[in-house]
């Protein structure tokens, strides 16, 4: 057990906001499918759906390769896009394979979700445009930081600096 009086580290988290703020970023999106009336659909469904739009019906590997998720990662989320009515898997060429592919419901409010798409990134921008320095270039900054040394490794030297650790 630790001791009542320890120190909490969750108390200092640099990047804390930022998910909080993605996530009311999210939640105000959530609130414009809310008022269109377009039940049961989460923020997080859309790229997956546009792309299976734009591209057809796809094996999860191929759609989680396509959006840069693991199959893992992807494989839950059809799950719940399917219990939320969003897709569904068909058969594939050769009954061995199966494909995600939109339903009738989703084909129904897809341009409503690639105007939403477009209307989003225009509000990004115009907010990174007001400030002094933008996300998009801050996501660039910490990719190129990274290549020169990764998180992981940046990670375990603090770690192998802290008895703690031992």
Request: aromatic share 4%; with cysteine; glycine share 4%.
């Amino acid at each position: 057990m630790a001791h009542p009086h320890a120190p909490d580290p969750t108390r200092q988290s640099l990047w804390h906001p930022l998910r909080v703020l993605q996530a009311s970023m999210d939640a105000d999106i959530a609130r414009i499918y809310s008022d269109a009336q377009i039940d049961g659909l989460k923020p997080s469904f859309v790229l997956e759906l546009l792309h299976l739009h734009a591209c057809g019906p796809m094996t999860i590997t191929e759609l989680a390769e396509s959006v840069n998720r693991t199959h893992s990662a992807l494989s839950q989320k059809v799950a719940a896009m399917r219990t939320a009515g969003w897709v569904q898997t068909v058969t594939g060429e050769d009954a061995r394979t199966k494909k995600v592919t939109l339903t009738d419901d989703a084909r129904r409010v897809i341009g409503r979700l690639a105007a939403e798409w477009r209307a989003t990134e225009a509000a990004i921008a115009d907010l990174e445009a007001e400030i002094p320095y933008p996300l998009s270039r801050v996501v660039t900054d910490i990719e190129q930081a990274l290549e020169r040394k990764s998180f992981h490794d940046r990670i375990a030297d603090k770690l192998a600096a802290d008895p703690a650790w031992d």
